[in-house]
């Protein structure tokens, strides 16, 4: 199995900037990929930003050159950068391992971010 525990989460104001962060209870390195989500009220989860084992990062088209997603593998922690803010993007945030080494797919518990306007 593999434990994620998301950190960083808060209130800010549109414009601002939050850092997410995700400790894994495993080496990411073995991970095949790493991501985040996130669910808004009333609408399905979605991706928000994925990173492999490699280090290739994908991102949905609606933060595009705003997130930035990392991997420090000595530490196995995964971090989202959130640059620019919008209303829109206030969701409960969670972390996802990609792991069929580890018996699956994993989630963390989830993290609230609210921008307000």
């Known amino acids: 199995q593999v434990q994620l525990v998301e950190s960083g989460g808060g209130l800010v104001q549109a414009g601002g900037s939050l850092r997410l962060s995700c400790a894994a209870s495993?080496?990411?390195?073995?991970?095949?990929?790493m991501g985040w989500y996130r669910q808004a009220p009333g609408k399905q989860r979605e991706l928000v930003a994925t990173?492999?084992?490699?280090?290739?990062?994908n991102y949905a088209d609606s933060v595009k050159g705003r997130f930035t997603i990392s991997r420090d593998n000595a530490n196995n922690i995964v971090t989202l950068q959130m640059n620019s803010l919008k209303p829109e993007d206030t969701a409960v945030y969670y972390c996802?391992?990609?792991?069929?080494?580890?018996?699956?797919?994993?989630w963390g518990q989830g993290t609230q971010v609210t921008v307000s306007s």
């Open positions: 996802n391992a990609y792991a069929p080494r580890y018996g699956g797919n994993y």
């Open positions: 495993r080496s990411i390195f073995s991970i095949n990929a």
């Open positions: 990173i492999t084992s490699t280090g290739s990062p």
